[in-house]
């Protein structure tokens, strides 16, 4: 209700940890975004990321793949401070 507590949010990763991807490999991996338009025009949204996903990410993901159990579940008690 009104006045109730938030939670307080971790601190993103810092520019120097991510790993921007080129227009050029966007383009080769099919990004719609890179895309849709000739190479003289800049495709600005944010919908489609321009940034390769974390490797904590990356390697959260494959660990869940990995048990091949796919499902809703609770968000850990880590994730909701």
Known sequence: ??????PRRRAVATRALVEWLSPERRR??????WTRFPEDVLPVWV?????AAPP???D???????AGIYGYADPSPDLLE
Do not use: E, L, Q, T
Request: glycine share 14%; net charge positive; no cysteine.
């Open 56 to 58: 904590a990410v990356r």
């Open 60 to 66: 959260a993901v494959a660990v869940a793949a990995a």
């Open 28 to 33: 080769r991996d099919g990004s719609r975004k």
């Open 47 to 51: 919908a489609d990321g321009d940034a």
């Open 1 to 6: 209700g009104a006045g109730a507590a938030r």
